[in-house]
């Protein structure tokens, strides 16, 4: 190897490299020309620690350790401002999401992070029926963070759940069961192939 | 009925603003025939509405002068006015342009006088001011419009007023009975300076330049300073007439952006920066200036004006693209909103009046020419031999600013006599 491409390997940024392998959408971070309208278009922004612009500079100047373990994309609302008013057409949201993706499965991300919580409860109740179980799911919610604020926050909701079940949005047989996907043993082979597929690319890429 | 007299040795310049103004002067003292075809009332287009040039903020009156005489002096150049090209069929050295002639109602008697415009009383929309100031329905588009006649307005053509304007004429130089006239004429080369516009300020939804009245475009920024202008030199906010004196220049408005222009348009930050002057000379140190900028294109010799602007105490740079503009409702003021890329510290300002900088968009649509020609994915013509013996001048080729599109004019013309000298050769 040359000194010059010793020197080139040297500096090359190995983080942004690593989201551009491993990050949904990760290839677009190089294209951010730092304008900033993305971290002053988020309604959520001023309580992100590093907006997206900044989230993209960080990944540049290779801040590994701060960007996966950042609260920030977890943040994200999906509200798709940024996108829309990006002047380089950046998917800034998705890449948002590819981030905290990526830290949760390094094991990175911050624990006990609501949203973070939320995905995995949200993904759990999903993926048993292929039918989301709004008693299991809200319940389940209710109780996340323990059992005396489940009670609380289940006393507080009372009204409202009456008035879903008097209006047939909920039932009560949902705690039995529940329903499902027509076809649940194809749902369950798809996402067990999806799984592998995935596997396949990690085991590649690392 | 209007005669061109002319050959396939006669060069057609397409545009009749500083480009084709000096693309037509040059190949005609080089001793070519020109027919140079305008479609406004006037010569000089926008070069005429600017106020001061960067960098010298010297006055575009003077070069306009120069070269109004120089076409007025040339027996070789034909010039016609509120004419637009609408066909030119044939190939390098022998087409037929089709040229239609809207009237003027007004002819060469005409000797500036303006008893006409004080005899009507109907009033418009002056495009020369981009409406922001009411023109009469017989009018002098401006102060030094060549050629130096004025212009009824067809939208009182059948009514008293166009009777009035008639009647005041001392000179019989009004002719209500003109019509449209189509000519037929050849040429040999064409020099295509159809120029620029100002990207649609209200297609960048997120500034309000639609909804907020103290939002306004450079260009009318530009009317606005000029003492000939709306508020005669006074730099006054739209919603109240209020003194303006903290001004925001919010930089890329539509340029480099994929939702809107692609391209840089290369002249928005020298034009704000110079624009900055305007306010600093006005109000010395109660001016306070903010130019919200992605970076400072202040290329070579520029770059001393921006460093100039940079040391004053009364302008502030602010490196954010400016996400939007809300409105203080109690006093009208803009308020900017976004986060500051250098410390990442979120924003929400408010200033008399925010000027955007809107970029440079080619004034003919790229659906809409007379004429095959290459245009690359920005609407700009791009030299190629396909385009026979069309040559673009000026800011139809690129985003330029006046320096470069004369010079890229002088260099079209050249292009141009090489055709017709070959087609004088092989005609001996």
Known sequence: MSTNTAMIEKYRNSFLKEVEANVEEGDWVKMCMQCGVCSGSCPLGKDWAHPPQEIFMMIRAGKREEVLTSDSMWMCTSCYNCIVRCPRELPITHIMHGLAHYAKRLGLAPKNQPTMKFAQLFWDNLAKKGRVNELKLGISLYFMNGFGEGIKTSLKMKDIGLGMLKAKRMSVAEAFGGHAVKDLAGFQKMLKKAQELEDARLSQHG | MTEVVATNETILVVGGGISGMTAALEAAEAGKKVVLVEKRPYLGGRVTQLYKYFPKLCFPTCGLEINQRRAKMNPNLTILTMAEVTNLAGEAGAYTATVKLSPRYVNDNCTACGACADAVEAEFDDEYNYGMKKRKGAYLPHVMAHPAQYVLDPAIIGSDDAEKAKA?????????????????????????????????????????????????????????????????????????????????????????????????????????????????????????????????????????????????????????????????????????????????????????????????????????????????????????????????????????????????????????????????????
């Open chain 2, 168 to 428: 005041a004429c001392k000179y019989d130089a009004i002719d209500l009975d003109m019509q449209e006239e189509e000519v037929n004429f050849s040429c040999g080369a064409v020099i295509w300076a159809t120029g620029w516009q100002p990207y649609d300020a209200a297609k960048i939804q997120p500034y309000g330049y639609d909804r907020f009245a103290n939002v306004i475009s450079s260009v009318e920024f530009e009317r606005m300073s000029d003492p000939k202008g709306p508020t005669g030199g006074k730099l006054l906010r739209p919603s109240d007439g209020k003194e303006a004196k903290n001004i925001a220049f919010i930089q890329c408005a539509g340029s480099r952006d994929r939702n809107h222009l692609l391209h840089c348009s290369r002249i928005c930050c020298m034009a704000s920066l110079k624009q900055t002057t305007y306010v600093t000379d006005a109000w010395d140190d109660d001016a306070d200036v903010s130019i919200y900028y992605i970076d400072i294109r202040a290329i070579d010799r520029f770059e001393d004006f921006y460093q100039n602007v940079k040391s004053n105490k009364n302008v502030k740079f602010i490196k954010s693209k400016v996400a939007s503009v809300t409105e203080n409702k109690e006093n009208g003021n803009p308020v900017l909103n976004g986060v500051d890329t250098e410390g990442y510290n979120r924003y929400a300002n408010e200033h008399d009046l925010v000027v955007l900088a809107v970029g440079m968009q080619p004034s003919v649509d790229q659906d809409s020419f007379p004429v095959d020609i290459v245009v690359n994915r920005e609407g700009f013509i791009e030299q190629s031999d396909s385009n026979g013996g069309v040559f673009a001048a000026g800011s139809a080729s690129d985003a330029l600013d006046v320096n470069r599109a004369v010079q890229h004019a002088t260099g079209a013309a050249l292009r141009a006599i090489q055709v017709v000298n070959r087609v004088a050769g092989a005609e001996g």
